[in-house]
Every structure is written in structure tokens, then in C-alpha cells.
């Protein structure tokens, strides 16, 4: 394994030149793309002198001329490889033409300029803009971009790039071309361009200031019929980042182009938004409610990018959390407004706990602002997104919603058209507020997850209530001792009849002990802390589980009503496992049967949150709350939680399901949502019980089902029943779903988690689909990833065979994608933690990888940090 140098934090330098204008010209042939780059240059007295050299980051491609002022250079005279190009010297104020050829169609890892289907676009974030032409990649050169496209004009007649179109027409030989010129400066990895023949959804939009903004949505013909809630969307966004944020749309045309072939899910190009497919297209006949969340959500995210990471955006790519962090908190803002906002926290922290907690204790663990990257695209993190925007949520808890969006709008006015540092964004929050925030910056700079412990102590005499909390975070790779972080904390205290007898406040750690006193308060109060999650922490307590399900029952944060009803169900699967190695017969206590049974009889609950609040932990969720992970044994615990629970409540269970059975099936309005979800969560708990009678109700939901939501929970429930049900259900469905392509990529995903004992087989067999193709990143993750990450039962067969069957497929994948390699990769990262056969098994595939001499950095990177 070829070792490779990383990228320092604390070596940063800006570059030694300034980039006044960039001109690109795209010339689009039948196999090739000619690119010519001309760049108007000088030096920045600065950083560069007389010796200063021109050192440009290049890909893989032929330079073919180079034009400095007017001296057309020899190859001599100029140095290329496949990383640089570089020119020993040059005058203090220059212009550069470089041209050079690209091969779009051989261009798998879809960085730089690529074909999707019969689409060329491109996708530069973070250093694809290398491979397309010579440039100083770096998110801190921003300069004004035109660009002129030429090509085919049957083949290509739409043409598209950043900013305003200001020319077009037709050439000789059928060809014709396109100019489009960016009044903004932007660094290189904003630029993009699109060529294909496509249809449009047009649509208009009236700022607050009075100004008219065209919206136009591209995708290939026959499914422009499906983009219509993603205008809805994107229309919603910009009204609400009006109102929320004071951010109005600059340019008076606002572009989303849909792609099946993507590494992502979409790219924030100014004003030219690149999307997946799978984050455009949807209708209630071929799309599920969560995915039409899922678009709501994606297209505010980038569209809430033109100032939260397009206006102002980075001085280097560790700052990477400034523009992520900041605008995922602005998009679950959005969708908590949109939506309920109870339920969307729920889904954020339960993410966050299931993914980015483990990452915090893995080989790949990393503060908010990393010190270090080989290959920046493996940092791309839930902990730089996710738990980015629990910080900004912190900041915003402490400072309260006005000196908030105080702090936002002087970030705005002091920054717009800079580069800019986290340092920069947290010193505008303390000129506004007047706090010291230097122990929070911790935050970004401390890797780990502080593990928060709070304990309760009465005082009969004083009728005082003591709450302590201690905050511990382990050492890891990053920092062998922790500091104590600064941790907001709300508190409320309740009544045993569901009052709140102390209005929530915000309290605020920042030692490793600290007890907050509540004077005459009576002996039965309970504390609901951390409400709303205010801070990215894992929280014990010395609540038992009579407490659990009085909080889960009657606290007044629905938020922390889930975490309680989540840490029975915890509390109920270790009792089991410890039962099943012990050799013990499993039961359930039946106080956590009755819980269950009140809180779905209760009629005035809403629905949304109660098919959170009553779901099972995933056993990909349930693992992390062991040391040593016991995979059978949860699996075994798990299973028989959820057959006891609809064994003892299958009437209950049944007469939910039938009162939110009416839902229209069209109607994507909150409210049917929820009674769908919750729908759906009882059939999937009389489905998981070998019932002729709850088998035939699934499949009658599955045959009859009138949307996407319904029919794909039914025939998620079947691929777990028997082979016989599972290949009679795939096989009707993938002839209801063969032409389209994302509704396949949930057919393959289905099967991948079956929990069938043929399942590894069946998923071999799928790879040689021919729907199949290693080449479209969202055909792996439907397979490989969903196998990987999702069905620990199968992926960590006792034998090693998954093991072994998803490093083949990593290693396959490594030469033709590099990027979404090295994702999969992460499904080997938690090995240490695993029993010591699956440990040997484990290390062993990681090992084989290791030994392969051409690996890419990205997996470098992941496989050499899993085995430190």
C-alpha cells in the first residue's frame, strides 16, 4: 500500500497569485471535450516575488497548448504530470491559455466534467475542478467565470452554466453555442455545466424586493412530469429564507438540473444546482413520503448554500463545517417549520445517534474542523454536517433566536464576496452577544462525544432538588485528554400529573461537575432535561424504568417523551441478551407491554410522532450501547421484543391500523402523512408475527396499495417472511417497476436487508442484475451499501462470507469510484468492537485491501486509519 502525504491545517498559506477573470471555453465532440482556460493573472506582492513559481492542480489529461501573453510555450518550457502544472516563472500581471482534452464517457469517478446517460455535467466539490482544467483548486481563489459552451445541437440542445446567459446561436455542421457570464467572484469547485437535450419546468418567483426570478428545472423528458414538488420546495425555500434570515436570490434565474449519476446528493453551483435524480423526481405513485421529505429537504439545502457557502464560503476546505454545518441547521429549521417540528428533530438526532455517534468512536473520528486529510472528499462527515449543525444549534441556544439573526446578518454584511474561517463566523456571534465563546470553539476543534451522567438528589428537609451532571469524553486518536466542553442545557421540571411546575430555561455546563439546585420543589418532581436536544451528548440518568414511562407517557418536550420510550426498549434488549447468554428464558416486562399499549391507545397523541416514539431501535442503532457487540444475540433480542410486543397488543395494533387506513392515498399533506406512518408501524409489527391471518393483511396492502408509501412498507415486511412470499412479491413488484430507475434502486434495497437465511446469495445474484451496474453510484448504495450498513446479520455472517464478498466489491469499485469506495469502506470501521472471530475475519479483509498497491487516496485513507 503506497502511502500518501496528508494535507496539514496548520501549513495553510494562501496562494501566491490572484485570478481576475477565468474564461472557459468548452468545445464538445463525439469523443472528446476540448477545454481552453484563459486567465487573466497577477501576483500577490504578498506572498509571491520574483522566484515565486506558477504551480497549478491538474488531472489526468493531455495538455495539448499553452499560450503565455502572446508566447505560445514548448512542452519544455512548462512542467506537467498528473497532479501539476507548473511554470518556473512569469511577469508580476499575465494572461494564461491552456488548452487540453477530456474524455467525459471514460470518466467513472464522476469528478470534472462526466456523461450521465446522454447528459455531460459536471461536479468539481471538492477538487474536481482539477480535472476539467489546470487550476488553483482551492476554495479561496474566487474570481469572476464566463463560459462558452459548443456543441452538437441536436445531440445537445440545451447548454447551461453559471449566472445569466447573455449569448447564443448557431454554428456550421449543425452546431451551435451557448455564453454564460457569473457577476459573482467564486472559487472553482461552485462552477458547472450542463449539456444534453432535456425538458424544462418553468416556474416564477417574486422576491420581497419586488424583483422577478426565473425558475427553471431540467431533467430528461419523461420525467419532467415528476418534478413538481421540488418547485414547490424550492419556492418555499426562498420565501422562507426571506423571512427567517433576510436572504433574498441575487440573480434573476435560479437553474436545478436533475442526473441519474451522481456521487451525492446535490451540488450548491451558483445558480446552476446539479441534483441526483433521486432528490428531484417524485409523484405519490412512485415515491414514499419520506422521499418527498427527503426533496423538501435537499432542494432548501442548496438552495440556502447561495449565501451560506456561494457569497461567503471558505478560506480552506477544514472550514468545510462553516458552510455544511451552517446550512444543514438552516434546512431543518426550514423543515421543522414546514413540517412538525417535534417529529423532524426526532428524525435528526436519531441520524446523528446512529451514524455520527459511532463515527466520534471510530478509526475515522474527527473534530467539526478536522487538523488533517489526505483526501478531502472522506471528510465530507456526518460529524462536519450533522453535528456541525448541532453547534450552530448550541450557539443558537445560547444567544436566543434575536442576537442569533443579529449575529447572522452581520455575518452576511461583514463577509459577502470572502473567504472566510469558523473564527470568523463565532467572533461575529460574540461582537453581537457579548460572550466569551472561547471554551465553546472546543467544540470544533475537540474530537468525541461527551457522555453526560445526571443524578438526582432530594432534600426532605429543604425540599430542594440537586441535579448533577458530569461530562467525560474518552481520548481518542486526536487528543489523548479532553477539555470539558461548554454544554447548553434545558431544564423543566414536571409534576406526577404531567405539569410543568418550572418553566424551561437554559442552564450551561462548562466544568466536568455542576449541580443546579431547584428550591421547593416537592419530592415527586421529575426533571426533563436536555430538552430538544440541546446539545450532541450522550445522556445517562439514575431514571429507572418506572420513570422511563412516566416521562415517556407525560413529559412535555415530545422530544425527550421519544428518548425515554427509546431507552426502555434499550433497557428491555440488554435484559434479553444478557438472557440469552446466560442461557435464561427471554421475557418482557410486561410494565414496558403496558407503556406500549397506553401510548398507542392515546387518541390525542399525534400520529407522526408516535410511529417515532413506538419503533424499535435498528439493531444498527441497538449495537452501540454494547462494548462488545454480540450480533445474534441482539438480532435474537430484538426480534423477540417486537413478535412479544404484537403478540400481547395485535388487537390494539389492529384497530390503529384501521383508523388510519382511510388516508387519501395522494394526499402528501402532513396529516395523511402521519396517519400513514403510523399505519405502517403497526403492519410492519403484526407482520413481523408468522400469522396466516397478519401475513394475508400485508399482502392485501401490498397488492391494493394506492401509493409508493404503502406498497413499499407491505413489501418490506414480505421480504422477511418467507423465500416464498419475498420472490413472489420482488418479482411482481420489479414488473409494476422495471422502467423506472428509482423505484428499482428500492427494489434492490429491499432485498438487500432481507433477513432470510439466503440473503448474501441473493445479493451476489443481483450484482450480475441487468439493473445493475457498479458504475451508478445509487445502484451500489442500494445494494452494497444497504447489505453493508443495514443487514448486520447477514453482512456479519460468523463465517466471514459478507465480509469477504463486500471488500471484493470495494476493491472493484476503487477502480472505477473512488469516492464512493472508500464510503462503503466505513462499514468495516467499528471491527475492533466486534467479537474475536469477526475481529480476525475483519482485519484480515481490511489487510487484503492494504496490500493492494494501487489503492486511491480516498481508500488509502480509510483502510490505513482502520488499522491503526
Same mark, same amino acid.
Given at each position: ?11 495553510y ?7 481576475d ?19 487573466k ?7 509571491a ?21 502572446d508566447?505560445?510555450?514548448? %512542452?519544455?518550457?512548462y ?8 511554470l ?7 494572461e494564461?491559455?491552456? @488548452?487540453n482534452?477530456?474524455k ?48 452538437d ?5 440545451i447548454?447551461?452554466?453559471? #449566472?445569466? %446567459? ?15 457570464e457569473d ?68 440573480l ?9 449519476d ?25 415515491a414514499t ?7 423538501q ?6 438552495y ?15 472550514q ?21 417540528? %417535534?417529529?423532524?428533530?426526532i428524525?435528526?438526532? &436519531?441520524?446523528l ?15 467539526v ?12 462527515t456526518?460529524?462536519?454536517?450533522e453535528?456541525?449543525?448541532?453547534v ?16 447572522m ?7 459577502? #464576496? ?26 470544533y ?5 461527551p ?8 432534600n426532605?428537609?429543604?425540599?430542594s432538588?440537586s ?12 487528543q489523548?485528554?479532553?477539555k ?31 449541580? !443546579? =439546585? ?10 426533563s ?19 422511563? @414511562? ?7 418536550d ?17 435484559n ?19 407503556? !406500549? ?14 410511529? &417515532?416514539?413506538l ?23 430484538r426480534?423477540?421484543l417486537k ?17 388510519c ?25 403484526l407482520?413481523c408475527? %408468522? ?23 407491505? !413489501?418490506?415486511?414480505l ?7 419475498r420472490?413472489? @412479491? ?7 417497476w ?7 434502486? &428500492? ?16 445479493? =451476489?445474484q443481483?450484482t ?13 448504495r @442500494?445494494?452494497?451499501?444497504a447489505f453493508?450498513?443495514n ?10 462470507q459478507?465480509y ?18 472508500a ?8 471491527w ?8 480476525i ?17 480516498n ?5 490505513s486509519?482502520a488499522?491503526e
Open positions: 500500500m503506497n502511502e500518501h502525504k496528508k494535507i496539514q491545517l496548520k501549513d498559506r494562501p496562494f501566491a497569485f490572484i485570478v477573470h477565468v474564461d472557459l471555453i468548452f468545445d464538445i465532440r463525439e469523443d472528446h471535450t476540448r477545454v481552453t482556460s484563459k486567465l493573472m497577477r501576483k500577490d506582492p504578498a506572498w516575488d520574483e522566484t515565486t513559481p506558477l504551480v497549478l492542480n491538474k488531472g489526468k489529461f493531455d495538455i495539448i497548448s499553452v499560450v503565455a501573453g508566447m505560445v510555450l514548448l %512542452p519544455g518550457e512542467k506537467s504530470d498528473d497532479e501539476t502544472f507548473t518556473a516563472a512569469t511577469p508580476d500581471v499575465f494564461l491559455e491552456i @488548452a482534452i477530456l467525459p464517457d471514460e470518466n467513472t469517478a464522476l469528478e470534472g466534467l462526466y456523461r450521465s446517460g446522454s447528459i455531460l455535467c459536471t461536479q468539481c466539490e471538492a477538487q474536481g475542478f482539477r480535472n476539467i482544467t489546470p487550476y488553483s483548486d482551492r476554495p479561496d481563489v474566487m474570481a469572476p467565470f464566463s463560459c462558452t459552451i459548443v456543441a445541437k441536436t445531440r445537445y440542445p447548454l447551461l452554466s453559471n #449566472g445569466n %446567459p447573455v449569448k447564443s446561436g448557431d454554428l456550421d455542421d449543425n452546431r451551435h453555442f451557448a455564453v454564460w457577476p459573482f467572484k467564486k472559487p472553482c469547485y461552485l462552477f458547472a455545466l450542463v449539456a444534453g437535450d432535456l425538458a424544462v419546468l418553468e416556474d416564477r418567483f417574486t422576491t420581497s424586493s419586488g424583483r422577478d426570478v426565473a425558475l427553471k428545472i431540467y431533467s430528461e423528458k419523461e420525467n419532467i412530469a415528476l418534478c413538481s414538488h421540488a418547485m414547490t420546495s424550492l419556492k418555499q425555500a426562498m420565501a422562507w429564507d426571506e423571512k427567517r434570515f433576510g436572504r433574498e436570490y441575487d434573476d434565474l435560479y437553474q436545478i438540473v436533475a442526473i441519474n451522481f456521487n451525492a446528493g446535490a451540488m450548491e453551483n451558483k445558480g446552476l444546482n446539479i441534483f441526483n435524480a433521486k432528490y428531484v423526481l417524485a409523484d405519490p405513485q412512485t413520503d419520506d422521499d418527498f421529505m427527503g426533496i429537504g435537499v432542494i432548501a439545502h442548496e440556502f448554500h447561495n449565501w451560506t457557502g456561494n457569497r461567503i464560503t471558505l478560506k480552506n476546505w477544514f468545510l463545517s462553516l458552510k455544511e454545518g451552517l446550512t444543514v441547521f438552516r434546512d431543518q429549521e426550514f423543515s421543522s417549520d414546514m413540517n412538525s417540528r %417535534p417529529v423532524k428533530r428524525i435528526d438526532v &436519531k441520524n445517534m446512529a451514524a455520527q455517534f459511532p463515527e466520534d468512536s471510530g478509526p475515522m473520528t474527527h473534530p474542523r478536522p487538523d488533517s486529510y489526505i483526501k478531502m472528499d472522506n471528510f465530507y456526518m460529524t462536519v454536517y453535528k456541525g449543525a448541532e450552530i444549534r448550541m450557539i443558537y441556544q445560547l444567544l436566543g433566536q434575536d442576537l442569533f439573526r443579529q449575529g446578518d452581520l455575518y452576511f454584511e461583514k463577509f459577502d #464576496g470572502m473567504a472566510v474561517t469558523l473564527e470568523d463566523f463565532v467572533g461575529v456571534m460574540e461582537t453581537v452577544s457579548g460572550r466569551n465563546l472561547d471554551q465553546f470553539f472546543l467544540w476543534t475537540q474530537s468525541g462525544t457522555d453526560i451522567s445526571m443524578t438526582r438528589q432530594y426532605d428537609n429543604t425540599g432538588l441535579l448533577t451532571f458530569t461530562q467525560s469524553t474518552s481520548p481518542d486518536r486526536n489523548s485528554e479532553k470539558p466542553f461548554h454544554i447548553p442545557v434545558r431544564i423543566s421540571l414536571i409534576n406526577r400529573a404531567g405539569e410543568t411546575v418550572k418553566q424551561e430555561a437554559l442552564y450551561e455546563l462548562t466544568q466536568e461537575t455542576h449541580t !443546579f =439546585k431547584f428550591e421547593n420543589v416537592s419530592a415527586d418532581i421529575y426533571p432535561v436536555f430538552r430538544e436536544f440541546t446539545a450532541p451528548v450522550r445522556l445517562s440518568t439514575d431514571f429507572s424504568d418506572q420513570d422511563l @414511562a412516566f416521562l415517556m407517557a407525560r413529559d412535555t415530545p422530544f425527550n417523551q421519544w428518548r425515554a420510550a427509546q431507552t426502555l426498549f434499550i433497557n428491555e434488549i440488554k434479553l441478551v444478557t438472557a440469552i447468554r446466560t442461557g435464561r428464558a427471554m421475557t418482557v416486562s410486561s410494565g414496558l407491554i403496558q407503556a !406500549f399499549s397506553l401510548a398507542l391507545e392515546d387518541r390525542k397523541k399525534d400520529r407522526a410522532f408516535l410511529s &417515532k416514539a419503533a424499535l431501535p435498528l439493531e444498527t442503532e441497538i449495537k452501540d450501547h454494547f462494548e462488545i457487540i454480540d450480533v445474534e444475540a441482539i438480532h435474537q433480542a426480534t423477540f413478535q412479544t410486543l404484537a403478540k400481547n397488543l395485535e388487537s390494539e395494533l389492529k384497530t390503529v391500523y384501521e383508523i387506513r382511510p388516508a387519501p392515498p395522494d394526499d402528501i399533506s402532513g396529516a395523511a402523512m402521519a396517519d400513514r406512518s403510523l399505519k405502517n408501524l403497526c403492519l410492519a409489527y407482520g408475527v %408468522p400469522d396466516k391471518g397478519n401475513q394475508a393483511l400485508v399482502l392485501k396492502q401490498f397488492e391494493n396499495a394506492g401509493n409508493m408509501t404503502d406498497e413499499f412498507a407491505a !413489501f418490506k415486511i421480504s422477511h417472511m418467507t423465500p416464498e412470499m420472490d413472489s @412479491a420482488c418479482q411482481a413488484f420489479y414488473n409494476k422495471q422502467a423506472r430507475t428509482l423505484v428499482i434502486d &428500492k427494489w434492490f434495497s429491499v432485498q438487500a436487508q432481507s433477513r432470510l437465511k439466503d440473503t448474501l446469495d441473493q445479493v =451476489k443481483l450480475t442484475h441487468k439493473n445493475f451496474t457498479m458504475a451508478n453510484p445509487n445502484k451500489v @442500494a445494494l452494497i451499501f453493508a450498513m443487514n448486520p446479520i447477514h453482512f456479519h455472517r460468523a463465517d466471514g459478507g469477504e464478498f463486500v471488500a471484493e466489491r470495494i476493491l472493484a469499485l476503487d477502480k472505477i469510484n473512488h469516492q464512493t469506495a464510503r462503503l469502506c466505513a462499514c468495516f470501521n467499528l475492533k468492537r466486534y467479537d474475536e472471530n469477526r475481529r475475519l475483519m482485519k484480515r479483509q481490511l489487510e487484503t485491501m492494504a496490500g493492494q498497491k494501487t489503492l486511491s487516496k481508500l488509502y485513507e480509510i483502510v486509519r488499522l
